[in-house]
């Protein structure tokens, strides 16, 4: 549990550190996969079944279990339909990781700005 609670972003609650898994490079790259909720399990179990106080634990893993959400592509007309890519084309679309980082290069070797 404690190298759980280490990459779940306890300590800097940014909304994509928050519940998030942690990689290779300390949340410097790609967060919020679909490695959030497999984590996020790990603590809902550790909250319901063995913490003196579960407050706690229940909130970081249901912040695990939401945290992808943040990658959700909608929105309205007015706003065309979505932050990270616009258009109704993209409408309801889901993020697959978030950059945390500014600029860099993805694991395919494409380059990649700040996002989903």
């Known amino acids: 549990m404690v190298a759980n609670l280490?990459?779940?972003?306890?300590?800097?609650?940014?909304y994509y550190y928050l519940g998030s898994d942690y990689r290779g490079r300390a949340g410097d790259a790609y967060t919020l996969t679909y490695m959030s909720q497999m984590g996020g399990c790990a603590v809902l179990d550790y909250?319901?079944?063995?913490?003196?106080?579960p407050a706690p634990w229940l909130r970081l893993s249901y912040a695990s279990?939401?945290?992808?959400?943040?990658?959700?592509?909608?929105?309205?007309?007015?706003?065309?339909?979505g932050y990270w890519y616009p258009g109704q084309a993209n409408d309801g679309a889901a993020g697959g990781g978030?950059?945390?980082?500014?600029y860099g290069t993805t694991w395919?070797?494409?380059?990649?700005?700040?996002?989903?």
């Not at 909250?47 to 106080?53: E, Q």
């Not at 959400?69 to 007015?78: D, K, R």
């Open 6 to 14: 280490f990459c779940r972003g306890t300590i800097e609650p940014a």
């Open 47 to 53: 909250a319901l079944s063995f913490a003196a106080n």
């Open 65 to 81: 279990y939401l945290s992808a959400w943040a990658l959700m592509n909608t929105g309205t007309a007015e706003s065309n339909f």
């Open 98 to 102: 978030f950059e945390p980082a500014p």
């Open 108 to 116: 395919l070797e494409q380059p990649h700005h700040r996002g989903a």
